[in-house]
């Protein structure tokens, strides 16, 4: 299962350009933000937005309330689905499919 997730970006990594630590359910996470935002002046406004988050890049910009839907969203279906419940946990799935 392929998943993005809501994560609220805390501050630029000053030693790895491009990159900043992002709150992802409580999990600070370095993500590459290279793909949300197009000059250094986009980059430098970055921290307190929201992104959407797969594989360790930021994909869009989410305003704060389309976030918290889809993360409400999200723990609703960790409630039915093991995998998900364990991402946003911060874990890792082993099962094989």
Do not use: Y
Not at 54 to 68: I, P, R, Y
């Amino acid at each position: 299962m392929c998943i993005g997730i809501p994560g609220q970006v805390i501050t630029l990594d000053e030693t790895s350009p491009g990159n900043a630590w992002v709150d992802v359910c409580g999990v600070k996470r370095r993500v590459n933000v290279r793909l949300v935002c197009a000059d250094a002046a986009a980059m430098t406004a970055l921290p307190g937005q929201w992104v959407l988050v797969h594989v360790g890049f930021a994909m869009s910009l989410l305003d704060e309330s389309e976030a918290k839907e889809t993360l409400d969203a999200l723990r609703q279906m960790g409630e039915m689905e093991p995998d998900v419940g364990l991402f946003l946990q911060g874990g890792e799935s082993h099962a094989v499919r």
